[in-house]
Antibody
Framework: QVLSQESGPGLVKPSETLSLTCTVA??????????YSWLRRPAGKGLEWLGH???????TYNPSLDRRLTISLDPSKTQFSLRLSSVTAADTAVYYC???????????????WGQGSKVTVSS | IHMTQSPSFLSASVGDKVTIVCRAS??????LAWFQQKPGEAPERLIF???ISEGGVSSRFSGSGFGTEFTLTITSLQPEDFATYYC????????FGQGTRLEIK
C-alpha cells in the first residue's frame, strides 16, 4: 500500500507557475520500480494524465502540455513535484498524484492515488 | 489515442442493469481499465486488462472487449454504485474517456 498526499496553494494567478508536491508514505521513492504520476480533472470534465517521473528520475509528459510541465523527484524527502508554467483559467482543476508499480499488466496503471488538491487559476 | 465513452449521463434505479461503452480510436489490445470515482474521493480501479476484476470488487461489475470496443456492465445496481465511471487506455501514454455519471432515477 502506498499512501500519498498532495499539497500546494489553492489559488494561482494567471501567467504564474502552479507548484504542487506529493508526499509518499510507505518507503523510499528509489526503492522498487514505479511511475510517479500527476493527473487532473477540470470541473465538469474528464481525467487527464499530465506526466510521470520514474524511480530512476527520467520523465515522460503528455505531449499537449510538455512545454509547460516539469515533474521531478526528491527521494530524500519522499516527495515528487509538479510545476506548470504560464497557467490560465483552463488549468483550474483538481490535481491528483498517483503511483504505478512497473512492470504492470495491461490496464493496471495508477494503483494508488492521493485525495486530490483543488487549484483555481484566477486574479 | 482518443477514447470515446458513452453515455455521458445515465439515470437508473436500484436493481437495474446498466452498460457503459468505451471506443478507442485505434487498436489498444486489452490495455483498458475501468475506474469508479465518487464525489470528493480519488478514482478507484474496478477492472484491468479489459475484463479482470480487482480483488474485493463486487461480482456485479464486469468488463469485456478487445481491440477498439469495450464495455462495463453493472448488474443489480446498489445505492453505492451511483458514481462517475471512466475508462482508461494505457497502450500508448494514458487517455481517459470523458466519464459516465450514473445517477439514481
Amino acid at each position: 500500500q502506498v499512501l500519498s498526499q498532495e499539497s500546494g496553494p489553492g489559488l494561482v494567478k494567471p501567467s504564474e507557475t502552479l507548484s504542487l508536491t506529493c508526499t509518499v508514505a510507505g518507503g523510499s521513492l528509489r526503492a522498487g520500480s514505479y511511475f510517479y504520476s500527476w493527473l487532473r480533472r477540470p470541473a465538469g470534465k474528464g481525467l487527464e494524465w499530465l506526466g510521470h517521473v520514474q524511480t530512476v528520475g527520467s520523465t515522460t509528459y503528455n505531449p499537449s502540455l510538455d512545454r509547460r510541465l516539469t515533474i521531478s523527484l526528491d527521494p530524500s524527502k519522499t516527495q515528487f513535484s509538479l510545476r506548470l508554467s504560464s497557467v490560465t483559467a483552463a488549468d483550474t482543476a483538481v490535481y491528483y498524484c498517483a503511483t504505478t508499480k512497473v512492470p504492470h499488466a495491461p490496464g493496471h496503471a495508477f494503483d494508488f492515488w492521493g485525495q486530490g488538491s483543488k487549484v483555481t487559476v484566477s486574479s | 489515442i482518443h477514447m470515446t465513452q458513452s453515455p455521458s449521463f445515465l439515470s437508473a434505479s436500484v436493481g437495474d442493469k446498466v452498460t457503459i461503452v468505451c471506443r478507442a480510436s485505434q487498436d489498444i489490445s486489452n490495455n483498458l481499465a475501468w475506474f469508479q470515482q465518487k464525489p470528493g474521493e480519488a478514482p478507484e480501479r474496478l477492472i484491468f486488462s479489459a475484463s479482470i476484476s480487482e480483488g474485493g470488487v463486487s461480482s456485479r461489475f464486469s468488463g469485456s472487449g478487445f481491440g477498439t470496443e469495450f464495455t462495463l456492465t453493472i448488474t443489480s445496481l446498489q445505492p453505492e454504485d451511483f458514481a462517475t465511471y471512466y475508462c482508461l487506455q494505457d497502450y500508448n501514454y494514458y487517455t481517459f474517456g470523458q466519464g459516465t455519471r450514473l445517477e439514481i432515477k
